[in-house]
């Protein structure tokens, strides 16, 4: 008789290697082991990968490319094992371990047997037999050996041994259930085609209870639960729980509502609700693509060098760059009037979507990004929505990935934009922060920073920095002849425009042929910038000071790669780029001396202790004459900026992506 174990690997590499230690010293060792690594983080894999190499050689290793669930895991054995003879296959979890004569008393207790049996599992103060199914309840119930097995009794699967005659009957596990439920659905699927089920204390495993599923996390438990129970119940429950599988659900529905309006336990209330949602809705998880929406506008029919814009921007053009990742996922934009034509758009990687306001192209945003967008996404069967203009519409029931800075947290309580703005900003901000699935911060110290000001645990938050694109900057366009300084960004009072004309006043004359070009609107509540340059020039007797609102992408990369220095002293900031932007070129940039400037740029900047014209002034007139420390930038800084690339930003949210898929 040849028997085969199954186990299945999930980032639980220290628990699977103390199994198979347990099955190395057998005092009978005619089996096989096969272990399936499903898709775990890569050191935990290449720990397994060395351990068997190492130590256990007789063990096959299956690496699924991607998660199939604990069932679409255990089907990849289930077929491997039989396909090569095995007249039996035992399923064991990898957090079990076994007696050295394990295997001998299981071909006792297997040889005269057929069907599906369940072995008795040690627990530490109890041990469990299998159990029973209980209908519209979301766990299932362990029990002693019954008296009888019933329609309503199950065969544990961390401990369920299968015989060939039933995986030739009825198949293998139902992989729609990813987790949870499916050894009691393979159960009541052996009991209806007369396959027998057997529950046993002769043979035990020893099992720490939770010890892989503990560290996955309760809300993507919960959700699992209750996806799977709806499943089990409506395939598997008499008619009179078919009928009332869906009002038990609107009642869990309502429970987990008012649970987060009163903010209790709302992460595990959320999880509980993406779990019926999945049911209803249709579920997008084994062995399929992931679905990721990311919301467009910020880039629909307008110049996207700025901000949230350039990030989508760069974003798209780094997925689009890698055609393999559509293997994986599948990427829905959503825009509100128009698709813009971009190249990188044009990809097939890609599924676009509009949304007008009827009767109001153009107009009414608050329509569409409120109401109309989270409605459609309620049929749209994301696994993850992203959500990267700070906000997050409260009836957007999807997982969800958002990008919040403390900008946010200031325009709704400091600032001076009209008051419909900041109480949308306080309201949306607010609910970013506490009921997104994850916050993206774009600086450690702005992960910092809006974990402090909204009052979250940081762990819901996510650094992912933005990146600088070198090869964008290198070619192209022409600068003036003459030395200058530049400025690049929007001109916003945190940012010190004015004051860092009134520092080029202070040293206009010092540095009579040096000019300050700065390229970016004016967004001073009352307009400024115009007329502290005209007052400068004035003063100085010539164009000292130039500004331009924008200009063209090849225009600006000669702007910055023959720049003396750029100066952007901005007192907060969530990243900042353009400073970096000029150190990739070996530009020396000016900035302000604060946590987030020494977090990004350390050594290779010029700072100014204080956003005043004279500090401003200091910092301008030191980064002309030390040539050694603009000699080391030039020379030290490209290689520092490079920690921050595009390519980098986009790797990191996808792998954000996939923890919450």
Sequence with gaps: ?????????????????????????????????????????????????????????SVRLISSPRNLGFAGASNLGLTEAFEKGADWVLFLNPDTWVENDFIARLKGLLGPSDGLVGLAINEGPRTVYGGTIEWLKPTLVHIHKPERIGPQTYAIGAALAISRRAYQIIGGLDEKYFLYFEDADYSARAQRAGIPLTLTDDVAVNHTVSAVTGKIGSPFLFRHHYRSALRFNFKNGPLWVVLLAAPWSGWVALKQWLKILVSKNV??????????????????????????????????????????????????????AQPELAETFEFILYFKDEVPDLPFLKSPM?????????????????????????????FERLNVMFWPNYMLPIIAFNRSFALLTEDIYYEAHEGKLPFRYRLAYRIFGWWTAHCASRVMAISETSK????????????????????????????????????????????????????????FKEIGKEFSDLRLIAIGPDKYETPTIDYAIKSVNLTLGREAIIQKDYVPQ???????????????????????????????????????????GRELFEENAFYAPEPTPS??????????TDTAKVNRIKSEGPAHAARYSWQKFADRWLAIVKTLT
Excluded at 27 to 35: K, L
Excluded at 286 to 301: L, T
Excluded at 350 to 378: D, Q
Excluded at 569 to 586: I, Q
């Design 1 to 57: 008789m040849k028997v085969t174990l199954v186990s299945v690997n999930y980032n639980s590499s220290d628990e699977l290697i103390r199994l198979l230690k347990s099955l190395r010293d057998q005092t009978d060792s005619s089996f096989e082991a096969i272990v399936i690594d499903n898709d775990s983080k890569p050191h935990d894999r290449t720990k397994l990968e060395h351990a068997i190499e190492q130590n256990f050689s």
């Design 615 to 624: 500090q401003i002034a200091a910092a301008l007139r030191e980064a002309l």
């Design 267 to 320: 992460e595990v209330s959320k999880g509980i609700l993406a779990g019926l949602k999945d049911f209803y809705v249709g579920y997008r998880g084994a062995g399929v693509k992931i679905r990721v929406g990311i919301e467009c506008e910020s880039i629909e029919g307008k110049n996207p060098m700025w901000g949230v814009g350039k990030m989508i921007v760069k974003l798209l053009q780094q997925i689009a």
């Design 350 to 378: 890609f599924e676009k979507k509009t949304m007008p306001v009827p009767l109001f192209r153009r107009h009414l945003f608050p329509i569409y990004y409120y109401l109309l967008l989270p409605i459609k996404l309620w």
């Design 448 to 503: 910092k920073n809006v974990a402090r000001l909204y009052r979250i645990n940081p762990r819901r938050i996510v650094a992912n920095p933005l990146g600088v694109d070198v090869e964008e900057l290198k070619n192209g366009g022409t600068a003036p002849e003459y030395p200058y300084i530049l400025y690049v960004g929007q001109a916003f009072p945190r940012r010190h425009l004015r004051e860092t004309i009134l520092a």
């Design 554 to 596: 090849e225009e600006l990369a000669a702007l910055y790669r023959n720049a003396k220095a750029l100066v952007y002293v901005s007192d907060r900031e969530a990243f900042g780029l353009p400073p970096m932007e000029a150190l990739a070129l070996g530009v020396p940039p000016i900035i302000a001396d604060n946590e987030l």
